[in-house]
């Protein structure tokens, strides 16, 4: 699981298009966000930069924190 820091999520429309996004580029990923830390959880077979590029793709800057066992 890779963790990334989302600076620019403020709502749940925010969580939801990231999720949206992240869902369209692989059906099978696990997602979940924390608006409050602003926090993104991501389990995918896509790697780091994919998932960053998506996540940009939504509208949102990504800067990963680190990878969650």
Do not use: W
């Not at 869902?23 to 409050?36: E, G, N, R």
């Not at 509208?59 to 924190?65: D, F, I, N, T, V």
């Amino acid at each position: 699981m890779i963790r990334f820091s989302v600076p620019n999520m403020s709502c749940g429309h925010c969580t939801a298009s990231i999720q949206k996004a992240i869902m369209a580029a692989d059906p099978d990923a696990k997602v979940s966000c924390d608006l409050t830390e602003r926090i993104v959880d991501v389990d995918s077979t896509l790697d780091e930069s994919e998932l960053a590029a998506t996540i940009s793709g939504a509208g949102y800057g990504a800067e990963k924190l680190s990878e969650v066992q």
